[in-house]
């Protein structure tokens, strides 16, 4: 038996249709908006109003990362000189790694990069830090193949492959949207 794609759940585990986003203390959540809108391209989004707290949600890739403020004598995480691969991280694909490499350069972002070949598939990983010292891994993984190591294993085909995308596509062509927004931006507290 190989590899199925379902749409139905399947075995003991739980209902998930996809990752949504990540989560990150702050020190500066103006200084790591900053960051993630100029160095990886994430847009600011709206965050629920009932949020009594400091924070921002950012989205981009299919994918959200909420911003929240450290308190003021919670324990920050430690943020190493040392870039260390085999540290924490998220990941992000991208098929030009050369001009990553490049633009990382422009903007004076240290990095430490690896080149891996696996079965004749070679593929590069770029390592950084964000200003909280939270590891982030640009590459491009796409080339290696996702082989399950139990031949019976069932890859959940996403039912909502495109909601993301078409959520963003309607939220453009209305006016409402914008005019929430202005008045949520006025709300934000950095």
């Known amino acids: 038996m190989g590899i199925q794609e379902i749409n139905e759940i399947n075995g003991d585990s739980l209902p998930l249709l996809s990752l949504n986003h990540v989560s990150f203390l702050c ?5 790591s908006v900053k960051f993630y809108q100029e160095v990886l391209g994430f847009i600011l989004i709206k965050r629920p109003s009932s949020f009594k707290f400091e924070g921002a949600w950012l989205f981009n890739y299919g994918i959200g990362i909420h911003l929240l403020q450290r308190e003021r004598g919670a324990n920050a995480p430690t943020k190493s000189s040392f870039i260390n691969p085999k540290d924490n991280h998220i990941s992000f694909e991208c098929a030009d790694m050369n001009l990553v490499k490049m633009k990382l350069e422009e903007m ?3 990095y ?3 080149v891996v070949v696996e079965g004749g598939v070679k593929f590069d ?3 950084f830090h964000d200003p909280d010292g939270y590891m982030i891994e ?6 290696l193949p996702v082989i399950p190591l139990n031949p019976c294993s069932v890859l959940k085909k996403h039912p909502l492959a495109a909601t993301h995308e078409l959520r963003l596509a309607l939220a453009k ?3 409402w949207i914008m005019d929430n927004l202005i008045a949520d931006i006025i ?3 950095f």
């Open 112 to 114: 430490v990069s690896a």
């Open 125 to 127: 990983q770029l390592f």
């Open 138 to 143: 640009i590459c491009d993984c796409y080339k």
């Open 187 to 189: 709300d934000i507290t």
């Open 108 to 110: 004076g972002i240290e």
């Open 27 to 31: 020190k500066s959540v103006r200084g």
């Open 173 to 175: 062509d209305n006016d």
